[in-house]
Protein backbone atom coordinates (compact mmCIF):
# COMPACT_ATOMS: atom_id res chain seq x y z
CA UNK A 1 0.00 0.00 0.00
CA UNK A 2 1.43 2.84 -1.14
CA UNK A 3 0.21 6.38 -0.67
CA UNK A 4 1.30 9.92 -1.64
CA UNK A 5 1.41 12.59 0.85
CA UNK A 6 0.71 15.80 -1.23
CA UNK A 7 2.82 14.97 -4.07
CA UNK A 8 6.18 14.94 -2.50
CA UNK A 9 6.79 11.46 -3.34
CA UNK A 10 6.90 10.23 0.22
CA UNK A 11 5.65 6.25 1.05
CA UNK A 12 3.41 6.58 4.13
CA UNK A 13 4.08 2.52 4.21
CA UNK A 14 7.23 3.41 5.71
CA UNK A 15 5.81 5.95 8.32
CA UNK A 16 3.33 3.41 9.70
CA UNK A 17 5.28 1.64 12.15
CA UNK A 18 6.93 4.64 13.10
CA UNK A 19 3.10 6.83 13.76
CA UNK A 20 2.49 3.39 15.84
CA UNK A 21 4.90 3.51 18.11
CA UNK A 22 4.37 7.20 18.53
CA UNK A 23 1.15 6.43 19.55
CA UNK A 24 1.89 3.62 22.09
CA UNK A 25 4.78 5.79 23.74
CA UNK A 26 2.20 8.75 24.32
CA UNK A 27 -0.23 5.87 25.60
CA UNK A 28 2.47 5.23 28.09
CA UNK A 29 2.77 8.63 28.74
CA UNK A 30 -0.46 9.33 29.48
CA UNK A 31 -1.25 6.70 31.85
CA UNK A 32 2.60 7.11 33.55
CA UNK A 33 1.22 11.01 33.93
CA UNK A 34 -2.33 9.47 35.34
CA UNK A 35 -0.68 7.40 38.11
CA UNK A 36 1.42 9.84 39.27
CA UNK A 37 -0.86 12.36 39.69
CA UNK A 38 -3.08 9.81 41.64
CA UNK A 39 -0.43 8.60 43.59
CA UNK A 40 0.98 12.15 44.22
CA UNK A 41 -2.86 13.43 45.56
CA UNK A 42 -2.93 10.08 47.91
CA UNK A 43 0.19 10.69 49.34
CA UNK A 44 -1.00 14.61 50.08
CA UNK A 45 -3.74 12.80 51.56
CA UNK A 46 -2.28 10.98 53.49
CA UNK A 47 0.19 13.68 54.70
CA UNK A 48 -2.18 15.78 55.23
CA UNK A 49 -4.03 12.80 57.98
CA UNK A 50 -0.70 12.60 59.64
CA UNK A 51 -0.55 15.87 60.08
CA UNK A 52 -3.81 16.11 61.56
CA UNK A 53 -3.68 13.17 64.09
CA UNK A 54 -0.21 14.15 65.54
CA UNK A 55 -1.81 17.67 66.35
CA UNK A 56 -4.83 17.43 67.82
CA UNK A 57 -5.59 21.20 68.17
CA UNK A 58 -7.99 22.70 71.08
CA UNK A 59 -11.51 21.79 71.91
CA UNK A 60 -14.42 23.39 70.72
CA UNK A 61 -15.96 24.50 74.01
CA UNK A 62 -12.67 25.93 75.59
CA UNK A 63 -12.67 28.28 72.44
CA UNK A 64 -15.84 29.60 73.39
CA UNK A 65 -15.05 30.02 76.72
CA UNK A 66 -11.78 32.02 75.49
CA UNK A 67 -13.94 33.96 73.00
CA UNK A 68 -16.64 35.08 76.20
CA UNK A 69 -13.76 36.13 78.09
CA UNK A 70 -12.06 38.00 75.33
CA UNK A 71 -15.56 39.90 75.00
CA UNK A 72 -16.49 40.60 78.60
CA UNK A 73 -12.56 42.08 78.91
CA UNK A 74 -13.20 44.08 75.72
CA UNK A 75 -16.69 45.78 76.75
CA UNK A 76 -15.33 46.42 80.52
CA UNK A 77 -12.69 48.42 78.87
CA UNK A 78 -15.04 50.39 76.87
CA UNK A 79 -17.04 51.36 79.22
CA UNK A 80 -14.04 52.20 81.59
CA UNK A 81 -12.53 54.47 78.48
CA UNK A 82 -15.94 56.18 78.04
CA UNK A 83 -16.09 57.07 82.01
CA UNK A 84 -12.69 58.35 81.63
CA UNK A 85 -12.98 60.39 79.07
CA UNK A 86 -12.59 63.92 79.93
CA UNK A 87 -14.72 66.94 78.20
CA UNK A 88 -12.72 68.90 75.95
CA UNK A 89 -13.11 72.56 76.15
CA UNK A 90 -14.40 74.64 73.51
CA UNK A 91 -12.78 76.63 70.96
CA UNK A 92 -11.23 80.24 71.74
CA UNK A 93 -10.84 83.11 69.05
CA UNK A 94 -7.61 84.95 69.54
CA UNK A 95 -5.81 87.80 67.69
CA UNK A 96 -2.97 86.17 65.94
CA UNK A 97 -3.07 85.17 62.37
CA UNK A 98 -4.22 81.51 61.85
CA UNK A 99 -1.04 78.80 61.48
CA UNK A 100 -0.90 76.74 58.04
CA UNK A 101 0.45 73.34 59.16
CA UNK A 102 1.57 71.26 55.82
CA UNK A 103 2.81 68.28 55.64
CA UNK A 104 2.77 66.40 59.04
CA UNK A 105 5.07 63.34 59.71
Known sequence: MSVLHGGCGMDDSRH???ARNRDVGLTRLRRAT???VFGATA???AFAGLAAS???GHKAGAAAATTTQAQTRTQAKTQAQTQQQVPT???TTTAAPP???TGTS
Open 34 to 36: RVT
Open 16 to 18: EPR
Open 43 to 45: LAG
Open 89 to 91: PAP
Open 54 to 56: SNP
Open 99 to 101: VAV
